[in-house]
């Protein structure tokens, strides 16, 4: 009889054929088709995926949905050469959207990281002032790490206090004024950049190659920093990140803070979101307003503000 290992391999084979890798795919597959022969099965059914999924071990929602998808190629693969084969239906398992809870940075922590950025050590010293002044730009405006490395140098505009964002993640440009503090600190880092590289570059944020900065090359170092100064635990061995709060975390805290200085203020919020939703570059303030369900201390001033209104006879 031939085994679910044997048709893996053909189907896998014939896949590449295309041209594709399927690597990936062929990882989360054989798992399955190991469990399919010892469980002496002849043909997929939706009854073996889920006698597979409800095994001991963990995964997550994300994992799971991966692994429903291989599967179901698979087995539309199988079903013509082997009839009886059953395809899992799509949406068989539930899948729960579950964004990673932000970590909130305190004004100590970014002063931290942005100190511990600045003395990272390379030939021309370029090294240090640029994630000094990436980490920094993040802090205070909130941009996705892709928009600040997207940024070309004319779209930095010192004179207007003004930043022009192409590289926004649903397509669409905006313009992001920013402060004077912001201004000097970027005007700092323009001049030290063209003295270190002798030329004024096309990107903003560059190597000492000259070349654009990469997001891997950013996230790398923020890990550095990170476990320099004990907000993420080291792991063994070389270029390992650790785990613990992310860059991106960055963008979290500017807009909750941002949140809770409305609250204290007694803004209107629903009035203040859209102006932040804007800011942010959300393609709705749906988005943004996630931010109150997911930082406890947000939670808890909606409740506080809501009881207040209750009491008051408000509408809240």
Not at 226 to 249: F, N, T, V, Y
Request: charged fraction near 25%.
């Amino acid at each position: 009889m031939t085994t679910f290992m044997d048709r893996l391999e053909q189907y896998v084979a014939d896949r590449r054929r295309y041209g594709s890798d399927w690597t990936s795919v062929e990882t989360y597959l054989r798992p399955f088709a190991i469990f399919a022969d010892a469980e002496g099965a002849e043909w997929i059914t939706v009854r073996l995926f889920l006698q597979w999924k409800d095994r001991p071990g963990a995964a997550g929602t994300t994992t799971w949905a991966i692994r429903e998808s291989a599967v179901r190629g698979f087995a539309a693969w199988l079903k013509a050469i082997d009839p009886r084969t059953e395809v899992p239906p799509q949406g068989l398992l539930r899948k729960r959207s579950q964004r990673p809870p932000p970590y909130i940075y305190s004004d100590d922590e970014i002063v931290r990281i942005v100190t511990e950025a600045a003395r990272l050590r390379s030939p021309l010293g370029l090294r240090g002032k640029t994630h000094a002044t990436l980490f920094g730009l993040l802090a205070v405006t909130g941009l996705r790490l892709n928009e600040a490395l997207g940024l070309d140098d004319r779209d930095v505009d010192l004179d207007a206090a003004v930043l022009h964002v192409r590289c926004a993640k649903n397509g669409k440009s905006r313009f992001v004024p920013v402060t004077g503090c912001t201004v000097c600190g970027l005007a700092a880092y323009r001049d030290e950049r063209n003295r270190a590289l002798a030329t004024a570059p096309p990107a903003f944020f560059t190597g000492e190659n000259g070349n654009r900065l990469i997001a891997r090359t950013a996230q790398r170092n923020f890990a550095m920093v990170g476990q320099e100064i004990g907000l993420r635990k080291k792991q063994a061995g070389k270029q390992k990140s650790g785990w613990g709060p992310r860059i991106h975390d960055l963008r979290h805290s500017m807009a909750t803070k941002t949140i809770i200085d409305w609250f204290r203020q007694g803004r209107h919020l629903d009035h203040e979101m859209y102006k932040l939703s804007t800011y942010l570059g959300h393609v709705n303030p749906g988005g943004t307003y996630w931010y109150i369900e997911a930082v406890p201390e947000l939670l808890q001033l909606v409740s506080e503000r809501a009881e207040r209104s209750f009491r008051s006879g408000e509408k809240s």
